[in-house]
């Protein structure tokens, strides 16, 4: 059964920092791809990071230079690290998961509300 849950969100200030969790189980984390999606009230839900089954990694115009995800497989987990927030990043934040042969995310979790001010 694949389970993906996020955890870290909360509010801050701007010019603050978060860390998002996304843990996993039911599969294994290095042979996915995993993302990191946002919606905020009344907008498209948005990419904002992905890093690959090969390490290889990528942002949203809106992340480069203040968002870097990571992984850790020992821990099934991987991360987002938010930096510089600005109010425009308040959302909704997901994790996703994707077997590399496909372009659609598969497997959600259910979402941790990050909320700058």
């Known amino acids: 059964h694949v389970q993906l849950v996020e955890s870290g969100g909360g509010s801050v200030q701007a010019g603050g920092s978060l860390r998002l969790s996304c843990t996993t189980s039911?599969?294994?984390?290095?042979?996915?791809?995993m993302g990191w999606y946002r919606r905020a009230p009344g907008k498209e839900c948005e990419l904002v990071s992905v890093?690959?089954?090969?390490?290889?990694?990528r942002y949203s115009e809106s992340a480069k230079g203040r968002f870097t995800i990571s992984q850790d497989n020992t821990k099934s987990t991987w991360y987002l690290q938010m930096d510089s927030l600005k109010p425009e990043d308040t959302a909704t934040y997901y994790c996703?998961?994707?077997?590399?042969?496909?372009?659609?995310?598969?497997?959600w979790g259910r979402g941790t509300q990050v909320t700058v001010s």
């Open positions: 996703a998961a994707r077997e590399p042969t496909t372009s659609m995310f598969g497997y």
């Open positions: 890093i690959k089954s090969d390490g290889s990694t």
């Open positions: 039911g599969f294994t984390v290095d042979d996915f791809d």
